[in-house]
Every structure is written in C-alpha cells, then in structure tokens.
Nanobody, 124 residues
Framework: QVQLVESGGGLVQAGGSLRLSCAASGRNISDYDVTWFRQALGKEREFVGC????????YYEDSVKGRFTISRDNAKNTVYLQMNSLKPEDTAVYYC?????????????????WGQGTQVTVSS
C-alpha cells in the first residue's frame, strides 16, 4: 500500500507560480508511475502530466507544456509539480495518483493510489 499526500496549493495571481508536492509513504514512490490530474468545478478530471517509473521522460497535457514541470526526489519520496505562468483556467483541485499503468498515463481508472487533492485557485 502507498499513501499519497498532496500539499502546496493555494491562491495565486495570474502569471504567478506554485509548487505542489505529492509525498508518499508505505512504498518507494520511484517504483510507480506518478501522475497529476486536476478537476475544475463542474468538469471531469483531466490529465496534467506524468513521471513514469521506468522512463526518463515526462509527459504533459498540451495546455500546460512549457509551463508545468514534474520532478521526483527519491530521497524525500516525493514528486513535485512546478507550475509557472499560471492562468485562471488552471484553477482546479489537483490530485496525484500512483500505479503501474503500462503507458496509459492519462487513464485515471488505471491508478491504484490517490491523494486527497489540493486546491489551486488562480485569480485574474
């Protein structure tokens, strides 16, 4: 079992930055694909980006490419989502998820472990 806890959300003005953390306990986070999803009010949960366990690349949804960066600190058993140049449309609850999804990074149902979510609000 892996427990995931997100932190770092908050209120920021458009153009600002936030760094979200996804801290794992119970198992090594490096053993899992870790993906960030987000869900805006009244909308479906959507893929943001992924750091695979067995691939040196990271993958992002088109609207966040060049603005968001995912990284992993194995010593801290934590995955980060650095968000720059934030826009009001980035406002959502952000979730991290872990699992072995065999390349199906954007499919939320393939993940076994989820955090509780952290709210990000970007004001215009």
């Amino acid at each position: 079992q892996v427990q995931l806890v997100e932190s770092g959300g908050g209120l920021v003005q458009a153009g600002g930055s936030l760094r979200l953390s996804c801290a794992a306990s119970g198992r090594n986070i490096s053993d899992y694909d870790v993906t960030w999803f987000r869900q805006a009010l009244g909308k479906e949960r959507e893929f943001v980006g992924c750091i695979p366990w067995n691939d040196p690349n990271t993958y992002y949804e088109d609207s966040v490419k060049g603005r968001f960066t995912i990284s992993r600190d194995n010593a801290k058993n934590t995955v980060y989502l650095q968000m720059n140049s934030l826009k009001p449309e980035d406002t959502a609850v952000y979730y991290c998820a872990g699992g072995r999804v065999q390349g199906w990074y954007s499919l939320s149902y393939r993940y076994d472990y989820w955090g509780q979510g952290t709210q990000v609000t970007v004001s215009s």
